[in-house]
């Protein structure tokens, strides 16, 4: 295998700032870019990051990043996390995967799912409820994060009352996928210590009383000797992290979209028929994962070239949902698009099992929004966001004027 490196800097301010002239420049001069920074290859083009996705010899590699800068006794310290994540399924061998995914299709049908939309409408009325006298609200805070929470821990069974302790925890979690330090090494640590303790009395209560919720079905499983309580525990974690995460990421980047693209929200407005072509050019151009990372299990060929086993790849989905070899005039917002064949949950054995309530939470909130509020308008302050390392950005606040 040959190579001629170039270098480009993901942690230049510039491109931490906006990193789409970046991808753009190595997709057209090096679409499988070697990165010292990362110890890894970077793809950016549409066709090499389905490949990827698709082909099973390269596994998942979403460990927390930064571990390398640990000392040994940092690393003693934190093996209950690092224990705990490498037991989330797609973190997991494809088989063990494959039997999480069997299980939770159980409880995630299309029939559970639609079910869902009417709590989710009464949600997001009620959140919206509570800002309305005040003519404005800050959307992250307020709607964006509040809403999937509030689903997600009522589709495991956990009180409503949890939310707000739901979402601090999930904050903490967050950090180490990211590059962390210790310091957020040890406050994840003790997130998930905290979530595992929640949940542990919760599913002994589902052994004994089994109700309708992802915990009674996790407890039937371990009654079946499908999985252990560490792997129940690990994953209800998961779940309640990745299951409001990545909603509340959409649900408020969306809305910065629109803002950013006033006339795509007046055509939304006049048209919410297309809310559902809508969300796909949300996750299209902004979808909240910026990357995913494989490593190689034996030799591959990406993108032309041979690389040897335990090479990583860090796939940039959004780059790859920005190739205009696949996507006409990449980067407008255009909420028309069809078709649209972005990758933003990913394909293939690990596809996101939450892909369809993440888009029915997407939608019911923002045609809700608009339905009640249409002259809505950014509020003062503007959107603000922080870079989510090696490619993406997070959105922190969104003011908004309800009017």
């Given at each position: 295998?040959?190579?001629?490196?170039?270098?480009?800097?993901?942690?230049?301010?510039?491109?931490?700032?906006?990193?789409?002239?970046?991808?753009?420049?190595?997709?057209?001069q090096e679409p499988v870019a070697w990165?010292?920074?990362?110890?890894?290859?970077?793809?950016?083009?549409?066709?090499?990051?389905?490949?990827?996705?698709?082909?099973?010899?390269?596994?998942?590699?979403?460990?927390?990043?930064?571990?390398?800068?640990?000392?040994?006794?940092?690393?003693?310290?934190?093996?209950?996390?690092?224990?705990?994540?490498?037991?989330?399924?797609?973190?997991?061998?494809?088989?063990?995967?494959?039997?999480?995914?069997?299980?939770?299709?159980?409880?995630?049908?299309?029939?559970?799912?639609?079910?869902?939309?009417?709590?989710?409408?009464?949600?997001?009325?009620?959140?919206?409820?509570?800002?309305?006298?005040?003519?404005?609200?800050?959307?992250?805070?307020?709607?964006?994060?509040?809403?999937?929470?509030?689903?997600?821990?009522?589709?495991?069974?956990?009180?409503?009352?949890?939310?707000?302790?739901?979402?601090?925890?999930?904050?903490?979690?967050?950090?180490?996928?990211?590059?962390?330090?210790?310091?957020?090494?040890r406050r994840a640590q003790a997130s998930?210590?905290?979530?595992?303790?929640?949940?542990?009395?919760?599913?002994?209560?589902?052994?004994?009383?089994?109700?309708?919720?992802?915990?009674?079905?996790?407890?039937?499983?371990?009654?079946?000797?499908?999985?252990?309580?560490?792997?129940?525990?690990?994953?209800?974690?998961?779940?309640?992290?990745?299951?409001?995460?990545?909603?509340?990421?959409?649900?408020?980047?969306?809305?910065?979209?629109?803002?950013?693209?006033?006339?795509?929200?007046?055509?939304?407005?006049?048209?919410?028929?297309?809310?559902?072509?809508?969300?796909?050019?949300m996750l299209r151009y902004d979808g909240?994962?910026?990357?995913?990372?494989?490593?190689?299990?034996?030799?591959?060929?990406?993108?032309?070239?041979?690389?040897?086993?335990?090479?990583?790849?860090?796939?940039?989905?959004?780059?790859?949902?920005?190739?205009?070899?696949?996507?006409?005039?990449?980067?407008?917002?255009?909420?028309?698009?069809?078709?649209?064949?972005?990758?933003?949950?990913?394909?293939?054995?690990?596809?996101?099992?939450?892909?369809?309530?993440?888009?029915?939470?997407?939608?019911?909130?923002?045609?809700?929004?608009?339905?009640?509020?249409?002259?809505?308008?950014?509020?003062?302050?503007?959107?603000?966001?922080?870079?989510?390392?090696?490619?993406?950005?997070?959105?922190?606040?969104?003011?908004?004027?309800?009017?």
């Amino acid at each position: 295998m040959t190579d001629s490196r170039t270098e480009f800097d993901l942690f230049s301010p510039a491109a931490m700032a906006e990193p789409m002239p970046l991808l753009h420049r190595i997709r057209a001069q090096e679409p499988v870019a070697w990165l010292p920074q990362l110890g890894a290859y970077l793809l950016t083009r549409h066709a090499d990051v389905v490949a990827v996705l698709k082909d099973r010899r390269l596994d998942v590699a979403n460990m927390a990043r930064g571990m390398d800068r640990l000392t040994p006794r940092e690393r003693a310290e934190l093996q209950p996390l690092f224990r705990s994540l490498q037991l989330w399924m797609g973190h997991t061998d494809p088989t063990d995967h494959v039997r999480f995914q069997k299980l939770l299709k159980r409880y995630f049908t299309p029939a559970t799912v639609e079910a869902l939309r009417p709590r989710v409408r009464q949600i997001t009325h009620d959140l919206l409820d509570a800002v309305a006298p005040g003519g404005r609200m800050e959307a992250v805070r307020d709607l964006a994060y509040p809403l999937p929470a509030s689903v997600i821990a009522e589709i495991l069974g956990l009180p409503a009352t949890d939310r707000d302790k739901l979402q601090q925890w999930s904050r903490d979690i967050l950090a180490v996928f990211g590059i962390a330090d210790v310091t957020q090494f040890r406050r994840a640590q003790a997130s998930v210590l905290a979530m595992q303790d929640h949940l542990r009395p919760l599913l002994d209560e589902r052994r004994r009383a089994p109700r309708e919720d992802v915990l009674s079905v996790f407890a039937e499983a371990e009654r079946e000797g499908l999985v252990t309580e560490e792997e129940i525990l690990a994953n209800g974690v998961l779940l309640l992290f990745a299951g409001h995460e990545t909603t509340a990421g959409l649900i408020g980047n969306g809305l910065a979209l629109l803002f950013e693209n006033p006339g795509q929200l007046e055509l939304l407005k006049a048209k919410p028929e297309l809310m559902r072509t809508a969300v796909e050019e949300m996750l299209r151009y902004d979808g909240p994962a910026g990357v995913l990372v494989r490593v190689a299990a034996e030799p591959v060929t990406v993108g032309g070239r041979e690389y040897p086993a335990g090479t990583q790849f860090y796939l940039a989905m959004v780059a790859g949902n920005r190739d205009p070899e696949v996507f006409a005039d990449p980067d407008r917002f255009d909420i028309t698009r069809t078709p649209n064949r972005h990758t933003a949950f990913g394909l293939g054995t690990f596809y996101c099992l939450g892909a369809a309530l993440a888009r029915m939470e997407t939608d019911e909130c923002l045609r809700i929004l608009l339905e009640r509020f249409p002259g809505l308008r950014p509020g003062e302050g503007g959107p603000v966001w922080q870079p989510s390392l090696p490619v993406g950005h997070r959105l922190t606040a969104l003011p908004v004027e309800l009017a």
